[in-house]
């Protein structure tokens, strides 16, 4: 039964991974680049939410909305000010610049918020679900969770491909020069895309402090870039790919504290990305990209 | 495929040489056989052959799009042959890296430059020495007299290097704030520094006005004749390539349509039609 | 042959002058009585972070790969170095010669680790680099704090999530490594600068250095001229390694207790924040700036404001610092505010140089 359990807590916090994946995988595969700050947009999103359901008196879902419309506001802001200056500068500065965004975004929330570990109440309250007799309880966030990923996935899917904006993020990921020339607005396609994705983010954060209650102004950064590992784990750019790897590393940590050893949960989820990357680095689902000399 | 890998150390098929009637001996600096590469199932190269001898001076030639620096990206190795063999003065290869072919005697120039910017002229030189003139790390970091013999030698190879364009006073520039003729001299310096066999220059005189091709050209001729080496050129100026070139291959399509001397080329219907055709309706 | 002196001599020159000119007016000012208690604690530190911050230049400035991982490296070398002085303990009674050996070791641990890690890693590039490197560090630290180590006459006994071992107890597991005795000295803070700054400079210019700096500025031509991009980029990450692990091992021996938790990936960022301040490749940079922002807090100490949100000011000036030297934006709106400032003298010469910093006099067309 603890099998059965394990697997559904790893499903659980991999469509977590899957949501913020979803995010780190769209901005690479347009920007290119690694946006290193996304995880700490995940904590914003937390503490509105926290604030909105706790002091503001708003209902859970509303929090919900209002914390995805800041994220997203948040997204476009960091993207037009320290980003898009950035364009055509190497992989080494736009990375030093999103890590210095990271660590503005978790001071400041520092600043604002304090040190002191916020109790995130759960905005999912419909009780558990308790099956063979009590011995297996599935509870009421990791089914919510779940479900978001799949709606978000069949959402994202549908809007890559069916729609006029879903097409220009396409065509920028495969040729942002070519894209310019064929009248698609490419800044105006990247920020819609950090929009996307920071609103994905809010939307995480809340449902990882749903179901592991600690809010803090660094909770965002290991599961930011853990969710990198999913993205590159699933093929960078690809969204089925964020989602698959997403989620068995979800599983993978959580078989990995259970049955191997709780303090290197961490140290496993490092090594599987290592060995992704050493061995197939363009992941599961991803495509090979050659230079041009 | 793997039947051609075998046939080492052979005499070429006087078919391949650009000029048949040429004698190339029997070990050619460059002899490269059914040579094809595809990408994405797409032929870009496809049953290249091409023999240069101990100082040849060869054209490539064709329109764009045509393969030509495909097959330079293929003999140095930065793409891997899909088919074919490549011997470089009779050793093969297959199994080699960009940095071993180097080393067995291919040195290149970019067609977009690809110096080390940041650098000084005669540091860009020295990167071109790097494996002629060697001492370990350790003896760099400690000082040893290794250190300083060598790059005392370093410095001297450097200079009289630059000094075949006349660039040695210009040893202290950065490379990146050269104006652009020197800095394609510059990249054919650094290629040289590194003593090859057979040199293969992309697109040479690109961006050099006419009193400085014609200057490029004398110098192509003065680096064969002084260092007794073959030199292979990708351009698209006819002025340079009838004018320099003993024979000449035209490529288009990833193939090889014609080769000769820049007379039989230049009357050539095939290659008029492919390719000077075009060009001189453009003119 | 008449040749003016070079501009790196130059460099190197002021770079060992700036080390031993501070060196001197601290230790007279240490003589003099003049320094406080709690700036003397900040010393050792310094130079600490001076060693690591010129260590990660070399990765990043001269072999331009980003490495997060630079604090695993430190934490190797802290854990093998305390250990070393731990076991030296009454078999060598002069405590520089037992720091020095706990140096050296420490090196030697780091390094290893460096060639483990370098090894596989370095065929990546750019972004996976970086985020392999930090997984690296991340893993480095999730081992160690699993580790356990006690002596008895037996010698060593090494335990891997099991405390149970005989005799005295060196390495905790989470509780980290307990030093009896701390050995670290300001004295020997600064031998270990100049050591660094030797290994550095002199490695940086020679045909070595050269090497590393072609692989950055252009991989592709470098390899054409036959230069290993995999012998190079290791070894700056290997001699970066070891210098970490060096620095690890003196901040071990400055402290009571060493603890991986310490390593965590925000001391790499922090060092990465140091060499970005102090200008990318450029090694007294470096210096000046882990030098200063490690004793800043101490010395604005009459403002608990700049404590308490340092690392909100780093951040944002590290933002501001990468936009301002790579956007070319952002270079732009530079050149126009100082053509706007100096419209009387030669304002478009300016705004031109502006655009293009690298650009020198010389080299015109013939």
């Known amino acids: ?293 | 495929m793997s039947e051609n890998r075998k046939r080492t150390n052979m005499v070429p098929f006087p078919s391949d040489a650009i000029i048949p009637e040429r004698d190339l001996g029997t070990r050619p600096v460059l002899d490269a056989r059914h040579l094809g590469v595809e990408f994405g199932g797409l032929k870009a190269v496809d049953d290249f052959n091409m023999i240069i001898g101990r100082t040849e001076i060869a054209g490539l030639i064709g329109p764009n799009g045509a393969g030509k620096t495909t097959i330079f990206n293929l003999i140095t190795k930065v793409y891997q042959p899909t088919t074919g063999t490549i011997l470089i003065d009779g050793k093969d290869t297959h199994n080699m890296n960009t940095i071993q072919v180097n080393r067995a005697g291919i040195a290149r120039t970019f067609q977009n430059i690809r110096l080390f910017d940041k650098m000084s002229v005669e540091d860009n030189v020295k990167i071109g020495l790097h494996n002629r003139m060697r001492y370990s790390a350790a003896s760099g970091v400690l000082r040893l007299p290794n250190y300083w013999k060598k790059e005392k030698l370093m410095h001297e190879k450097a200079l009289e290097l630059l000094s075949i364009f006349d660039m040695q006073d210009m040893a202290d520039v950065t490379a990146g704030s050269l104006p652009y003729g020197a800095q394609r001299r510059l990249e054919i310096v650094r290629a040289l520094a590194t003593d090859p066999k057979l040199l293969l220059l992309d697109e040479p005189a690109a961006g050099m006005n006419p009193h400085e091709t014609e200057e490029l050209m004398e110098n192509i001729i003065k680096i064969r004749d002084t260092f007794q080496i073959a030199i292979m050129l990708i351009e698209h100026d006819m002025n340079l390539v009838m004018g320099i070139c003993e024979g000449i291959a035209v490529l288009n399509y990833g193939s090889i349509i014609a080769k000769g001397t820049p007379e039989q080329i230049q009357s050539n219907p095939l290659v008029i039609e492919a390719y000077l055709g075009k060009q001189k309706e453009a003119k | 042959m008449k040749r003016k002196i070079s501009k790196t001599f130059l460099n190197n020159a002021f770079t060992y002058l700036l080390v031993i000119v501070a060196f001197v007016v601290i230790m007279t000012m240490q003589n003099a009585g003049k320094l406080t208690f709690s700036f003397k604690n900040q010393l050792v530190p310094a130079c600490v972070f001076i060693v690591m911050a010129v260590s990660l230049n070399l990765v990043v400035g001269i072999s331009g790969e980003l490495s997060l991982g630079h604090a695993g490296f430190m934490c190797v070398g802290a854990f093998s170095g305390s250990i070393t002085i731990a076991v030296l303990n009454g078999v060598v009674t002069d405590p520089t010669l037992r720091l020095v050996i706990g140096l050296i070791v420490g090196a030697a641990f780091a390094a290893l680790t460096g060639v483990i890690v370098g090894v596989p890693v370095l065929r990546l590039r750019g972004d996976y680099l970086a985020i392999v490197t930090l997984a690296f560090g991340e893993i480095i630290r999730n081992i160690l704090n699993c580790l356990y180590v006690s002596l008895d006459e037996a010698g060593l006994h090494f335990g891997f999530n099991n405390p149970a071992l005989p005799g005295k107890m060196i390495v905790n597991g989470p509780m980290g490594v307990k030093n009896d005795a701390k050995l670290a000295t300001f004295v020997m803070g600064f031998a270990l600068v100049l050591f660094t700054l030797i290994v550095v400079l002199n490695l940086i210019n020679s045909r070595s250095g050269r090497a590393m700096m072609a692989l950055r500025d252009n991989r592709i031509a470098a390899e054409s001229v036959g230069i290993s991009a995999t012998k190079y980029k290791l070894m700056a990450f290997v001699v970066s390694a070891a210098l970490a692990g060096m620095a690890g091992a003196l901040y071990g021996a400055n402290i009571g207790t060493v603890t991986s938790k310490e390593f965590i990936f925000d001391k790499s960022i922090l060092v990465l924040v140091y060499v970005v301040f102090g200008g990318i490749g450029n090694i007294w940079g470096s210096i000046i700036s882990a030098a200063l922002l490690t004793t800043l807090p101490e010395l604005l100490r009459s403002f608990p404001e700049f404590k308490e949100n340092r690392m909100l000011i780093f951040a944002i000036v590290l933002i501001l610092v990468m936009l301002i030297t790579n956007s070319s934006m952002v270079k732009g709106w530079i050149a126009r505010i100082k053509a706007l400032f100096s419209k009387k003298e030669e304002a478009p010469k300016e705004a031109a140089a502006a655009e293009e910093p690298e650009t020198e006099e010389g080299g015109t067309e013939e």
């Open chain 1, 1 to 293: 039964m603890s099998f059965l359990s394990n697997l559904i807590n790893g499903i659980s916090l991999g469509s977590i991974y899957a949501i913020i994946a979803l995010g780190y995988t769209m901005v690479y595969g347009i920007a290119k680049m690694l946006n290193f700050a996304h995880g700490d947009v995940i904590m914003v999103g937390a503490y509105i939410s926290f604030y909105a359901t706790q002091h503001w008196g708003l209902t859970p879902l509303l929090s919900v909305v209002v914390a995805m419309a800041v994220c997203t506001v948040l997204g476009i802001v960091i993207e037009k000010l320290a980003y898009k200056p950035l364009r055509s500068a190497t992989s080494l500065a736009v990375l030093i610049t999103a890590i210095g965004v990271s660590y503005l975004l978790q001071n400041l929330a520092l600043l604002i918020w304090g040190s002191n570990p916020k109790n995130f109440v759960s905005i999912v309250q419909l009780g558990k679900i308790s099956l063979f007799n009590g011995e297996l309880i599935i509870s009421d966030v990791a089914i919510v969770t779940v479900l978001c990923c799949i709606v978000i996935m069949v959402a994202l899917t549908w809007f890559t491909s069916k729609t006029k904006m879903g097409r220009a993020m396409r065509a920028v990921s495969e040729d942002k020069g070519a894209a310019q020339l064929m009248g698609v607005n490419v800044n105006q396609t990247i920020s819609v895309t950090f929009a996307i994705g920071s609103a994905l983010a809010a939307v995480a954060g809340i449902l990882l402090c749903s179901s592991s209650p600690v809010l803090m102004p660094t909770t965002g950064s290991m599961p930011g870039i853990k969710a990198f590992t999913a993205a590159v784990f699933g093929g960078i750019g690809s969204l089925p790919g964020a989602m698959l790897g997403g989620i068995l590393l979800g599983v993978i940590e959580i078989f990995g504290k259970s049955y191997i050893s709780t303090d290197l949960g961490d140290a496993i989820v490092f090594a599987i990305l290592i060995i992704i990357l050493l061995v197939k680095p363009t992941g599961l689902l991803g495509k090979k990209v050659n230079e041009k000399v």
